[in-house]
C-alpha cells in the first residue's frame, strides 16, 4: 500500500472516531508516542532516532553544536548568558566541521552568542523545522529546543541520549 492510501486510510478512521463521540483528547492519547524515544547524534551530522524506523535527520555543524551544548546543559541556559559559553561552544563546533580556519569558526560561534545577531534563533528555528517536518510536533516535542522563561532547554531525558 502506498504511504499516501495509508495516511488517507487512518483519516478516514479518524472522521469515523470523531463521528462515535470519540473525544480529540482520546484520540491525542492514541497517536502520542506512548514510549520514551532513544536519541544518538553521530559524528557525520545526524541524529539517529532507532525507535522510529532509524530515522536520520541531518543537521549543520552550526545546529549539531547547539543542539550538543543544550544537551550538555539539562537545566538549561538563560539566553543572555549564552555568551559566557563561548569557549565550549567554539570547542563543539570546531571538532564537529570540517573547516580548519580557526577564524572563521571563531566569527561563526560569536555570531551565535550575539544578542544582536539572529543567529541563534535561525538554527533553533532550523532544527525545530527539520524534526516536526520528519516526526509531527507531538512526537518531536520531547527533542525541540524550547525557551521558558528566557532559558533555552532541550526536554528529553539523558539517559536516552547517546553519541557515536
Do not use: C, W
Not at 74 to 87: A, H, M, Q, S
Not at 114 to 137: A, E, F, H, P, Q
Not at 150 to 160: A, H, S
Request: glycine content about 6%; proline content about 4%.
Amino acid at each position: 500500500m502506498e504511504t499516501a492510501a495509508i495516511v488517507e486510510q487512518i483519516k478516514s478512521l479518524l472522521t469515523e472516531l470523531r463521528a462515535k463521540g470519540i473525544s480529540e483528547e482520546t484520540i491525542d492519547s492514541m497517536i502520542s508516542p506512548g514510549a520514551e524515544q532513544r536519541v544518538i547524534i553521530d559524528s557525520r551530522g545526524y541524529l539517529l532516532l532507532p525507535d522510529y524506523q532509524e530515522i536520520r535527520i541531518r543537521l549543520t555543524p552550526m545546529e549539531r553544536t547547539l543542539y550538543i551544548f543544550l544537551l550538555r546543559h539539562t537545566n538549561g541556559i538563560p539566553v543572555g548568558d549564552l555568551y559566557l559559553y563561548y569557549n565550549e561552544l567554539l570547542k563543539i563546533y570546531t571538532s564537529l566541521t570540517v573547516y580548519d580556519d580557526k577564524e572563521t569558526a571563531a566569527m561563526a560561534v560569536g555570531a551565535l552568542v550575539d544578542d544582536y545577531r539572529t543567529t541563534l534563533y535561525t538554527n533553533v528555528s532550523r532544527i525545530k523545522k527539520k524534526l516536526t517536518d520528519k516526526l509531527g510536533t507531538k512526537i518531536a516535542g520531547p527533542l525541540l529546543i524550547t525557551r521558558t522563561d528566557g532559558v533555552y532547554r532541550i526536554p528529553v531525558p539523558r539517559r536516552l541520549v547517546s553519541y557515536r
